[in-house]
């Protein structure tokens, strides 16, 4: 479906046998690109080495493990990343400075560089167009189902696809920021890792624009755990094939169509990235609003995301407006007890100082029995508001971390 | 052991049967007194009840239930402290005026104020000076065990005794203000509940100085979930019963052993706040030092001891400076991945830049099996530092707080 690019994915043995763990994305022309990346001040080795690739605008493949973030690992690291670069070239016979490294998992251990160049030759063998959904659960770490978007496009009568493809599931709460040091960082944090590929023709500083436009109502407004990952890595890449004229901004033809596109497919996969955290079990939409100020809405909005007790509480269907309100009053926000309104999908639990009756709260129980909800906290206070998702705070979470997985 | 107090615990009603759950403190004579409380812009009924009154430097009453926080219950909610107070004042025959109030429990539901009027005559009856141990299981939450520390006081001579009474176990981030509004915020947040008793004879001034000045290593230092309560008081009374001259301040005679010994009895308690949290298994105490100023040692140390990820490593004694390392860095503090040296009880896990071998890693399991050790984040980035003592997060404190037990 986006034309001109192939997918491949490999057992390796950097996972435990039996899983894929080494990925590879080929576009058959050097695609325009754009990337973003951590604002954690400790950064992965093939984040070093891919920022300043995809700042240039240009990349034609990316070469992906899972099993071993490739993290704090010293200067034989950052030699190992540019020894994966080298061996996914070197097969595609491409330019190294075209090839993006990204890696997710253990921090800490040596890359098993040995098993990475021995599977290689497969990866380059395997690379298919079809190949997006072995891909998907190549880069899969505690992540339970691989997570794809599409959107079909109509660039002026012209068709052309978008794809991603992500992953999560723990250490969630992405904060990046553009390869290019031009841009405001955003606020950042997770090790996420997206990856967009389309054929429309787009030009770099197009794709920058359309993910800076896409991450405050995706990947932006999601948490997991609020621990910000060394590798968080979200990249795009535009190969053309599709063909016709060049988009190279909002206002060209066909831009407000692709920019939609990507805050779709952004927004979707951020969806699936909460739907698949960690031991998560609910996917819990959260609105401040009526919030005295931007940061405010933030601040109240983000208490509540972060909450254990909140989302303790989430996880058991336990609507205990009580904890959310304590979050919020404790965020620094402007929040007067008597105005503060809480609704669970629309049945409002708490007005005017005062809890809703038990009929009321036995339905607003039922609410938070769904796998999806939400959560408005009205301060009228003023007129800013700030949406956030997050995810349940679960037995499985804990089982899930107080012991990672190898 | 502090003269001229009595105590006494009974069950009124308000937890479930078989359970202490009001409590009284009566000083013979009215007390000089402080109190410090919640800076959670939702505060409960009792909160707003006695700060006005601790404000006045004086007092000679608590009554205290736990089952029901008395928070967000609305005019009748504060009608309801008004009547606890005024049960204890006329069962005792003194100004209401001295009585505080403290309630701790579910939020929003109105306090069964009937079974606590049919209760108050026995309250009265049982006052005791043996009766600090009862008082201390009437305060309990889901506390397991009834927290008390006392010190002997040699002031210039002259035998003065400190005890010291204390509940936690959830929402607990304390952060609190004086009752008098002429001083600084703290940083605020917690339901925790601290009564300090004195018979030494003190002016509320240093009492209010030597509070403030036991805080920033006390109850300020720590946290179980970052949650901060709507009812988080802390109060403390000295009656004078002991004899001698009035310590004014610090420089009084008796002043520097005072101050003192509030700062270790404060220190005490919050040490067993911490080791009774909720589903807690570990004490772990956090050093962020070389920090770049003192905002960033702040920043660091309060990113590990919040982390899920942090935390629930230390449930799973899993010697993870990975999951530290991430937190710090995406603190905002000043980070450099080859400066930052990680300890786990003076073992190094992490320095220059990549983690120690297998065999140090060993040992620093073994130190994370201990029920409390010491995490040092040494960030080389300056002279600045910050303790703060945690919990862990483990599969009880999900249990006890995904339903909260009645």
Known sequence: ??????????????????????????????????????TNAVQAAP??????????????????????????????????AEKMAG??????????????????????????????????PRLIEELSPDGLGSLARAIMTTDKVPKIATVELDLAGRPAGLVGVAKGSGMIHPMLEPAAQDEARGLPQATMLVFLMTDAPVAPFALREALSDALPASFHSITVDGDTSTNDSLIIM???????????????????????????????????LVADADGGTKVVTLLAKGAGSEMEADMA????????LCKTAFFGADPNWGRILVAAGSSGARVETDKVEISFDGVT????????????????????????????????AGDFEREFITSDLSLDYVRINSKYPA
Chains 1, 2 share one sequence.
């Open 349 to 380: 639990v708490f007005a005017q100082g005062l809890p809703a009756d038990q009929r009321t709260l036995a339905a607003a129980e039922e609410v938070l029995k769904k796998p999806a909800f939400k959560v408005t906290i009205d301060l009228k």
């Open 238 to 272: 535009a190969n053309g094939a599709a063909g016709g004229p060049v988009i190279e901004d909002f206002g060209s033809p066909g831009g407000s169509a692709f920019y939609g596109a990507v805050g779709r497919v952004c927004r979707d996969l951020a969806l699936q």
């Open 87 to 120: 061996l996914a070239a070197r097969g595609l016979k491409i330019d190294p400075g075209l090839v993006a490294v990204c890696s997710t998992g253990v921090i800490g251990r040596p890359l098993p560089l040995d098993r990475i160049t021995a599977a290689a």
């Open 301 to 308: 909005v983000m208490a509540v995301a972060l909450s254990p």
């Open 1 to 38: 479906m986006v034309k001109g690019f192939s997918f491949s994915a490999v057992e390796a043995g950097v996972k435990k046998p039996g899983r894929l763990d080494l990925g590879l994305i080929f576009s058959e022309k050097p695609a325009a690109a754009a990337g973003f990346f951590t």
């Open 47 to 80: 984040v070093l080495l891919s920022r300043p690739k995809l700042a240039s605008g240009r990349l034609q493949a990316v070469i992906v493990n899972s099993g071993n973030a490739n993290a704090c690992t010293g200067p034989k690291g950052m030699a190992d």
